[in-house]
């Protein structure tokens, strides 16, 4: 039954990755990577009942905690880009273009 | 303090240099300061001198442990031959502080912790203490240029620093192989060039250990074709840092090859002697012709510089003792001519706000003495008998035709080439008629006129009085024949006594 | 029994709610759809014994953090022609399921390897508040206060980041 | 053998103490107050009053000594010893070397005094006289050396003082340009000399490198050592001494004030090289094949510089290119193993020349500054001390019997007849002719006939004692100094001869009086020919002539300079030029660019990954993880 939920978890992953790498909407882009750590915390939590060991869970909220952070600061970046550009679009940044 | 002289001319400087750039002194305390560190630096270099008994091993030595768990000492001493050098670059970096003024403290700053560490890489006796050093005194040099340098500094400062950069790593890697292979023979670390001289390497190894240790010192020098970095360097250099670089740090990169190469890879320096003294005549004739082509004054004397070096180079690979001593002698020598050369240069480009050679002339009439010492200076360079420049360049032509007639004969070309260039720089820069910018060129005051004198009066004691000092180089250049020749061959047990360190 | 078939449907609409997520057009879609992907995902937690989880899930991240990416999605009041126009999409999402399927594929691999559990409720408090905290707070202090810096940071950072007037070019 | 003296280092010292003295006041008070040119004038020409003082007791004391043993030395210092080579600043008097120094002491003292006159007034008196004693001290320290690298100290030294004295008046750059032609071509001449010094010393140096060691071990060299060894040192005495192909440099030195061309260029420095091949007359005496080289390099040497001093305009011209003729009949002397002959031609032209030069200096001075014989003529009224002393030197010049060139020549030329090398002998008449006819052309058109110039005919003077009474001393030496070797034939002991003969390795050319009175007849008759030709030509006055064909090319020296201009100035210039801003920085720096190139290609390929968008480095970094963990998948199995 583990394997199913780790196999879950997985699936959720893969769909994170795919929101990020395939979506030039800030937002889901940052929804997928929320995704991400959610799917990641699937599997902590699932970990955690297969060992019956608490830690898994104790990560999990630390996760949680660092996601509202990165949520917090991605969203003043996101606002800030709003304001610069009027735009929501990852491509609108290339200032990295060799 | 009076125990470790050499420390304090090692660190003294250093740290009154980092001092100098961290506490806000005004320009003008810092190159007092500057000064006198200098001449506290000559003074204990004199006491050296006078100290030294010159039997042929390192005198003063000092031995601390550095990083004991892999056999890395803080080891330093003279020997004749780093004597001298230690000596010259002593006796000329005060003058530098006399004559260059109004320029930023951290200026000066630099200019003591090159010396510092040019006086150690000169003492170091542990190759990964010379290592420390030799790349601690570029360090400065590449800010001097950078920041200070003329309107092509940054691709100056680039070159030389990727050319001399690249050679160290080569040099590193080699060091640490000496290392490893030591290990591997004695079961105990070491880095003492004393005992390095005792390996057993594989006729493979020891040529590319060798040719690594070689390169790093041939781009030094430089010996042709690796000179292409100094012309850009020395002309875009302030002439403090352009008179560093040929006067001195040259010079430790000829001290370098007799001091780790030719103990440690004696075979292989027999092997390779023949192509590498052809590099030098080569460069040599190449350098100097160049020069004639030139119109700026500092890369005219830049080529010229690369020549002469080209003739010093030339001497260590003849492996006699004539040539090996006149090299020797022609560091002192070419170090105070070039040396000069390049800061009265300086004083030009200072005070005329020109390089180029079209804009000079008729300097000869407005400063006398000016054009008297530069005269002297080059006549010293061209090597006129009488002056510094003849004693060492007769005894390498002398040593080259002994080693190899057609090489010795191209090497006396110089005597030709040399007076081309210098003399026609030499018509249009101090005869002719003077322009509107020249015909308020200033005089030397009496200051700098003070500070050059004894330097010139060095050059004409050492053209006409030289066996003083050739007395004391010839017997540590003897021991260095004998010992590149497999006759004078240190054991690695000498080694193994050297690596407790004497409480 | 029961819990097998829950489990079903949770993992069903989750993965749906994902779905949803990556593939609409307008954030306020894709936010709405992740929600239910959270809401399913703390079933699962529950599922799993861990009723604080559970507990925070619903609160934290279904609660707090969306109800923040919504509310910020509604303040920049984006308008459809500021959405980017993606046409390459369809592109790169075959693209990308060609990238990620060795990836997930691994994964799988190292999760057969695993040893085997079940899932039934496990008694004495697992997943409790209190013994969560006992945990928590007595083996992964430290953590705990270095996370609760980072939030502070962080919000810092946020006050700092969305305060500017104008970007500094 | 040779007795030690302690003071034959003194006489070079003197002189060289008189410049630095000299010097440093100078250069100490030039730009404050000036000291007075009177006090430079006793400081500078008390040394070389000293110095001869002290030849004349060398003389004196040498010939107290028995014939074999005279050789004085005198060992200073050891001057650096390395290994087998052991080289001493020593000194050496013997008969070669005191003639050397009687005779230079002797000019030089003249000719400083001269100076005194000569260059009054002149803004850095104090520095001519610097460099007149320096130059002095370095000529001694030649001529006295007890080594070849002594002998070169001294070498190199009159080159200097000879390129400084030339370069004198520096704002003028054709003087610097004739300074600098001097010092190199003498330095092509001294990298010959380097070489056949280091190439000796290989060869016997290291038990001993001075002279006497040498002439005891000279048997010890084999004789391709030997013929490479004397033409190298002869490359060296080319360059000093003007001989072909390295004689472009004197016509040109004589951009230098007049008492340098006199001291430097026709008395003393230029006769080094004759004084350099007597000194190994050792080594030359054992290759005669090199004698003949040296013999017809300087015999055609004569030749060439005769013809252009036929055409030649300027006075000092006309005067240097007959020193480059004299110095070529002192070299044929020397290659035919004439040695004493050509040293005692050294001996008799420094008188003449000197004479001569600086009775072109005083005419020059009385025509402040006019140098074109086309604008002098009757001078002879208004300078007679001058022409009555030119006359002299003329004659002797010309080799008329019995001035002191006469026999010195004459003595040449027999042995070139008497050793059976007719043909050198047929060029030396001619060349004798064709002296006497353009030492003649100067004397007529400068002395005689009318003023060309009548403003500065005018203002013509006899110039002050100081110069003059040198004019009237060596006008005396130029008469009579022939006769201290005046052959057996005119009841002569050949004197000079005999005192130089413990210092040479000579072959007597013993030749009946027939042949000695048909080279004699020869040369007075070649003599009295140029004369006559020349005093019909200008005699009784002539105008400038235009010089066209032949002559044209005869006054432009052959075009030579032009040649050597084409075939090796501008090819050095022009290669140097290439290769310090073209071939330096993109052919030998090449490899460097070449990496850098390649690193800089490498760079800009790579860079095209870099797109700048986040997404993109997402899909990257998926796209490298996808990878590694298919390699992991088929590793698992």
């Known amino acids: ?98 | ?503 | ?169 | 053998m040779a007795q030690n003296v302690s003071y034959l280092g003194m006489i070079p010292l003197l002189p060289l103490i008189g410049a630095a003295v000299v010097g440093i006041l100078h250069l100490a008070t030039c730009k404050k107050k000036r000291l007075p040119d009177q006090l430079y004038a006793v400081l500078a020409c008390s040394t070389p009053i000293l110095t001869f003082v002290l030849a004349v007791k060398v003389f004196f004391d040498l010939n107290g000594l028995p014939v074999d043993g005279r050789a004085l030395t005198h060992e200073v210092f050891t001057w650096f010893e390395v290994g087998e080579m052991n080289i001493s600043m020593g000194f050496l008097a013997d008969p070669l070397s005191s003639l050397m120094l009687l005779f230079v002491t002797f000019t030089a003292s003249l000719i400083h005094i001269y100076s005194i006159g000569y260059m009054a007034g002149d803004e850095s008196f104090a520095k001519f006289f610097a460099y007149l004693n320096l130059f002095l001290g370095s000529m001694l320290i030649l001529v006295l050396g007890n080594g070849p690298v002594v002998m070169f100290v001294g070498w190199e030294g009159v080159g200097l003082c000879s390129y400084l004295l030339i370069s004198y008046y520096s704002e003028d750059r054709s003087n610097v340009l004739a300074g600098n032609k001097a010092f190199i071509v003498n330095r092509i001449g001294d990298f010959g000399f380097v070489l056949g010094m280091a190439f000796l010393f290989w060869a016997i140096g290291d038990s001993g490198f001075d002279y006497i060691s040498l002439k005891t071990n000279a048997h010890m060299l084999a004789p391709a050592t030997v013929t490479l060894v004397c033409l190298l040192l002869f490359v060296g005495a080319t360059g000093k001494s003007a001989q072909i192909p390295l004689y472009v440099w004197l016509p040109d030195a004589m951009a230098g004030p007049t008492p340098v061309s006199a001291l430097i260029h026709a008395a003393t420095m230029v006769t080094a090289g004759v004084y350099m091949v007597a000194r190994f007359s050792f080594l030359y005496v054992h290759v005669p094949t090199v004698g003949l080289i040296v013999a017809w390099t300087g015999i055609l040497t004569a030749l060439v510089s005769a013809i252009y001093g036929m055409f030649q305009n300027d006075i000092k011209k006309v005067l240097a290119y007959s020193t480059v003729s004299q110095l070529g009949y002192m070299f044929a002397g020397v290659g035919l193993a004439a040695y004493s002959a050509g040293i005692f031609h050294v001996f008799t032209h420094a008188f003449f020349k000197a004479l001569l030069f600086l009775g072109a200096g005083s005419v020059i001075y009385a025509l402040h500054h006019e140098q074109n014989i086309w604008k002098m003529g009757g001078l002879k009224t208004k300078l007679p001390l001058t022409y009555k002393t030119m006359l002299i030197g003329s004659l002797a010049l010309a080799g008329c019997p019995p001035f002191s060139g006469f026999f010195s020549k004459d003595e040449i030329l027999y042995s070139a007849l008497a050793s059976g090398h007719t043909g050198i002998w047929v060029v030396g008449v001619l060349v004798a002719g064709m002296t006497a006819y353009y030492t003649f052309r100067m004397i007529f058109v400068v002395f005689h006939g009318s003023p060309r110039d009548a403003h500065a005919y005018e203002h013509a003077h006899e110039p002050p004692a100081v110069m003059t009474v040198p004019l009237v001393i060596l006008a005396i030496g130029a008469l009579f100094a022939g006769f201290l070797n005046l052959p057996s034939l005119f009841g002569g002991s050949q004197q000079v001869t005999h005192w130089l003969a413990p210092s040479l390795a000579e072959h007597a050319h013993e030749a009946s009086h027939s042949i000695e009175i048909i080279a004699i007849a020869a040369s007075v008759a070649a003599f009295a020919i140029g004369i006559f030709i020349a005093y019909r030509k200008f005699g009784k006055g002539a105008e400038e002539p235009v010089y066209s064909g032949f002559s044209s090319f005869a006054y432009h020296t052959f075009r030579i300079n032009e040649l050597y201009d084409v075939l090796f100035v501008r090819p050095y210039k022009a290669i140097g030029s290439a290769i310090g801003n073209l071939i330096d920085a993109h052919v030998t720096d090449g490899p460097v660019q070449l990496i850098v190139w390649f690193y800089r290609q490498f760079g800009s390929t790579f860079k095209l990954l870099q797109v700048g968008y986040v997404r993109v480095y997402a899909i990257y970094m998926i796209i490298g993880l996808s990878v590694m963990s298919y390699l992991l998948t088929q590793s698992f199995k």
């Open chain 3, 1 to 169: 029994m029961l819990s097998q078939w829950l489990f079903y449907a949770f993992a069903t609409v989750s993965v749906l709610g994902a779905l949803g997520l990556i593939l609409s057009r307008h954030p306020m879609n894709g936010a709405l759809w992740f929600v239910v992907t959270l809401v399913s995902l703390a079933g699962l937690y529950s599922l799993l014994s861990a009723s604080l989880l559970f507990a925070l899930q619903l609160i934290v991240y279904a609660g707090a953090i969306m109800s923040l990416i919504i509310f910020i999605i509604m303040f920049l009041n984006i308008q459809p022609a500021d959405i980017p126009d993606e046409k390459g999409k369809w592109a790169y999402l075959l693209g990308g399921c060609l990238a990620v399927i060795p990836i997930g594929l691994l994964l799988l691999k190292i999760v057969s390897s695993l040893p085997e559990g079940d899932v039934d409720i496990v008694g004495n408090g697992f997943g409790q508040v209190k013994s969560v905290g006992l945990v928590l707070f007595r083996d992964w202090l430290l953590p705990f206060e270095i996370v609760s810096i980072l939030l502070l940071v962080a919000l810092v950072g946020a006050v700092v980041l969305a305060g500017k007037k104008e970007m500094t070019q």
């Open chain 1, 1 to 98: 039954m583990i394997h199913d939920y780790l196999s879950l978890s997985i699936l959720l992953f893969c769909l994170g990755i795919l929101g990020v790498i395939s979506r030039r909407n800030v937002f889901t882009v940052f929804m997928s990577v929320e995704l991400m750590l959610n799917a990641a915390n699937l599997a902590f939590i699932a970990l955690a009942r297969l060992h019956e060991n608490m830690d898994g869970h104790v990560l999990a909220m630390l996760v949680m905690a660092v996601a509202a952070a990165e949520a917090a600061l991605a969203l003043a970046v996101v606002i800030l880009l709003h304001k610069h550009t009027g735009k929501v679009d990852t491509n609108v940044f290339s200032l990295l273009k060799g």
């Open chain 2, 1 to 503: 303090m009076f125990e470790n002289v050499l420390s304090t001319m090692i660190f003294l400087p250093i740290v009154i240099g980092l001092a100098a750039m961290l506490i806000p002194f005004s320009s003008t305390t810092a190159r007092r300061i500057g000064l006198i560190v200098s001449l506290v630096v000559l003074f204990f270099g004199i006491k050296v001198y006078l100290g030294f008994t010159g039997n042929g091993q390192l005198e003063f030595t000092e031995t601390r442990s550095l990083i004991e768990s892999v056999g890395i000492f803080y080891r330093i001493g003279v020997d004749g031959i780093s004597l001298f050098v230690l000596l010259t670059g002593a006796a000329l970096i005060p003058i530098v502080f006399v004559v260059v003024k109004d320029r930023p403290r951290a200026f000066y700053g630099s200019l003591l912790v090159t010396q510092g560490a040019m006086a150690g890489a000169i003492c170091a006796a542990d190759l990964v203490l010379f290592y420390a050093f030799w790349e601690v005194m570029l360090l400065p040099i590449f800010f001097m240029i950078g920041i200070y340098g003329g309107p092509n500094r940054k691709a100056a400062t680039i070159k030389i620093m990727l050319y001399t950069v690249s050679g160290s790593l080569l040099m590193l890697a080699a060091i640490i192989y000496l290392g490893v292979a030591f290990h591997g023979q004695y079961g105990v670390w070491s880095f003492d060039t004393a005992g390095l001289a005792g390996l057993q390497l594989s006729d493979k190894a020891a040529a590319l250990s060798f040719f690594a240790f070689m390169i790093a010192f041939a781009i030094k020098i430089p010996i042709f074709p690796l000179h292409t970095w100094l012309p850009d360097a020395y002309t875009e250099a302030p002439a403090a840092a352009t008179f560093l670089l040929s006067a001195i740090m040259a010079k430790i990169g000829i001290y370098a090859v007799i001091r780790f190469i030719m103990p440690i890879f004696g075979p292989e320096l027999v092997r390779y002697a023949m192509p590498l003294a052809w590099a030098a005549v080569i460069g040599l004739i190449y350098c100097g012709i160049a020069a004639i082509g030139q119109k700026d004054i500092k890369r005219l004397l830049a080529f010229s510089s690369a020549s002469h070096m080209g003739i010093l180079a030339l001497g260590l690979f003849c492996l006699n003792i004539q040539a090996l001593t006149g090299s020797i002698y022609q560091i002192m020598a070419h170090a105070t001519s070039t040396g000069l050369l390049f800061l009265l240069i300086g004083i030009i480009e200072d005070r005329l706000q020109t390089r180029e050679i079209s804009d000079l002339g008729g300097i000869a009439r407005q400063a006398p003495i000016f054009a008297c010492f530069f005269a002297i200076a080059l006549l010293a360079s061209v090597g006129l008998p009488g002056t510094s420049g003849f004693i060492g360049e007769f005894l390498i032509i002398m040593g080259a035709i002994k080693f190899d007639t057609t090489l010795g004969v191209l090497a006396a070309t110089t005597l030709i080439i040399g007076v081309c260039y210098m003399l026609w720089m030499f018509q249009r820069v101090f005869f002719e008629k003077g322009n509107d910018r020249t015909n308020g060129f200033a005089d030397l005051s009496i200051c700098e006129t003070l500070a050059f004198l004894p330097v010139i009066l060095l050059i004409l004691f050492m053209g006409v009085f030289p066996q003083p000092f050739i007395a004391r180089i010839t017997p540590a250049a003897q021991s260095q024949i004998a010992t590149v020749q497999g006759t004078g061959q240190i054991s690695g047990q000498v080694a193994l006594d050297h690596i407790q360190p004497q409480k």
